[in-house]
């Protein structure tokens, strides 16, 4: 059973930081391209960060290029995203996914929400 457990969300102010962190269990991880995507109030769900399997290959949306980095711990199965310079319009409901070839796998998500 695919599991993907996201943490690290919550209220920060402009300017500030957080690390997300999702844990995954129920498949081989190592092996498997791992994703966050977000989704902010009335909009659709977007790619922020992608990573290969191995890690040498990430991919980051243009808009957060540069603030935010993806990164993972095959030996702990873990994938985490430092999200720096957070912006109110970073606000959101973000989400863990697990890109396997039978499909996307999601977690429950984590809010982030920016605010003064």
């Known amino acids: 059973q695919v599991q993907l457990v996201e943490s690290g969300g919550g209220l920060v102010q402009p300017g500030g930081s957080l690390r997300l962190s999702c844990v995954a269990s129920?498949?081989?991880?190592?092996?498997?391209?791992m994703a966050w995507y977000r989704q902010a109030p009335g909009k659709e769900r977007e790619l922020v960060a992608r990573?290969?399997?191995?890690?040498?290959?990430?991919n980051v949306a243009n808009s957060m290029k540069g603030r935010f980095t993806i990164s993972r711990d095959n030996a702990k199965n873990t994938v985490s995203l430092q999200m720096n310079s957070l912006k109110v319009e970073d606000t959101a409901v973000y989400y863990c996914?697990?890109?396997?070839?039978?499909?996307?796998?999601w977690g429950q998500g984590t809010q982030v929400t920016v605010s003064s």
């Open positions: 996914a697990a890109v396997r070839v039978v499909g996307v796998y």
């Open positions: 129920g498949f081989l991880f190592s092996s498997t391209a």
């Open positions: 990573i290969s399997g191995i890690g040498v290959i990430t």
